[in-house]
Nanobody, 121 residues
């Protein structure tokens, strides 16, 4: 009964910006790390950025300096600010979160349904 829902995807021109959001809901006790992944047609899914519960971040080299990941723990939401977008950034972006639903339970990875980001003129 845990759900991750992404929003903010769409069509944007090269050089433009877009902000993705992912909100977790349902029976949740705690959330550890959260992150964003992407998969382009014909390519493997790759890690874009991660953020720990304490706010430490990690980025793929291809997006470092252009993308910023952040989170609001009280809202159970993670964001991805995407600037200076390139056609190569076109992909389905998916949210991930490490969640345990009850105290003492192990953490499990949950995934959103994905949101399409298309960078094109």
């Amino acid at each position: 009964q845990v759900q991750l829902v992404e929003s903010g995807g769409g069509l944007v021109q090269p050089g433009g910006s877009l902000r993705l959001s992912c909100a977790a809901s349902g029976s949740i006790f705690s959330i550890n790390a959260m992150g964003w992944y992407r998969q382009a047609p014909g390519k493997q899914r790759e890690l874009v950025a991660t953020i720990t519960s304490g706010g430490n971040t990690n980025y793929a080299d291809s997006v470092k300096g252009r993308f910023t990941i952040s989170r609001e723990n009280a809202k159970r939401t993670v964001y991805l600010q995407m600037n200076s977008l390139k056609p190569e950034d076109t992909a389905v972006y998916t949210c991930n979160a490490e969640i345990n639903r009850q105290i003492g339970a192990p953490f499990t990875n949950y995934w959103g349904q994905g949101t399409q980001v298309t960078v094109s003129s």
